[in-house]
């Protein structure tokens, strides 16, 4: 089951600068019941996204930082990418990024597929 255009609390698409700083909100939604994922008990978070060299920029809850929660009933967290993160972003519209939760011995993998726009600086 997919929550496109049926979950009032979507994560709206992410455009991002190269060399911003921003912080966006992402709602992580369970998509078979089309609710706000529980983030309670979470052990780690990771959002990847897509670099120009190929490799991913890895944002976590724990260890490097970067990924707060802002609510843990309402699955919101937020996203600190600095301007040194986001000069590394594969530039392209209707890009894709992922976020990984890890929650006792299970891990999630939500995909936002064509949620991210990268632009070059003019």
Same mark, same amino acid.
């Given at each position: 089951m997919t929550c496109t255009n !049926?979950?009032? *609390? @979507?994560? @709206?698409?992410?455009? =991002?600068? !190269?060399? !911003? %700083? =921003? @912080?966006?909100?992402i709602y992580i939604i369970d998509e078979e019941t089309c609710t706000p *994922?529980?983030? $309670? &008990?979470? $052990? @780690? =978070?990771?959002?990847? *996204?897509?670099? $120009? %060299? &190929? $490799?991913k920029l890895i944002k976590t809850y724990t260890l490097s930082g970067g990924v707060t929660i802002i609510s843990d009933l309402g699955g919101k967290i937020k996203v600190t990418l600095t301007a040194a993160n986001t000069a590394l972003l594969k530039t392209g519209e209707c890009q894709s990024f992922e976020v990984e939760i890890t929650k006792a011995t299970k891990i999630n993998i939500i995909q936002f597929l064509g949620k991210l726009n990268v632009y070059p600086r003019v």
């Open positions: !049926q979950c009032p *609390f @979507e994560t @709206e698409k992410l455009s =991002i600068v !190269q060399g !911003q %700083d =921003i @912080e966006p909100l *994922f529980d983030l $309670t &008990g979470v $052990t @780690e =978070i990771r959002a990847l *996204f897509n670099k $120009t %060299d &190929g $490799t």
